[in-house]
């Protein structure tokens, strides 16, 4: 009897180590790795911008603008405007993770447009809607949540890893000297 109880355990004990390695694989996000803070910038840079011409696009088309503009009070994912907005956010974080990570830039798609219908829903409330204002609305809450913040790493500095110079490992935090340093390196050398 208590062989089988101590079999029990480990079975136990084995299963629940496999879950808690799923639910680690489950909160995973991508790395991209660069090899310089030039090649960092230069994809941010280009997100930001075609963030802006499609945003601005969307607003443009009269149809969908008028479509979105009927339907803000209960905006959902069925509304032209949004699937084209879901699509394209959607196709531009594959581009970040050079297509690798599929799972995560949808998931991540559905929280920013959530995210944008929910700050649409507000601007409504607060004032009339017009085509600028939604449009810089999209803007700020994508540049907020993907490549801005004054406090804390914003999504693509999470993702984002460089070889630090001193130590080779890849760090998602590097400080730019003459080289790329780390912070730990950072601290240890000056």
Known sequence: MELLAQTCKVLYDKRWLDKMKEFDTL??????KFDNLYE???????????VKNKAQDLVDDDNL????????EWLNDDIPFIKKLH?????????MTNN???KWCAATAIITVNSIKGALKGL?????????NVRDMIICVIFAIFSTSDKYQCIFDKISYMECYTCKKLVSNIL?????ICETCIKTEY
């Open 100 to 102: 690798t990570e599929s």
């Open 87 to 95: 699509m394209f956010l959607k196709n531009e974080l594959l581009k």
């Open 176 to 180: 730019h000297m003459d080289k790329l």
């Open 40 to 50: 960092y910038f230069n994809k941010v840079t280009n997100f930001q911008t075609n």
């Open 27 to 32: 909160k995973r996000h991508p790395m991209i």
């Open 65 to 72: 603008f008028q479509n979105l503009h009927i339907n803000i």
């Open 124 to 132: 409504n409330l607060c004032s009339r809607v017009f085509k600028n």
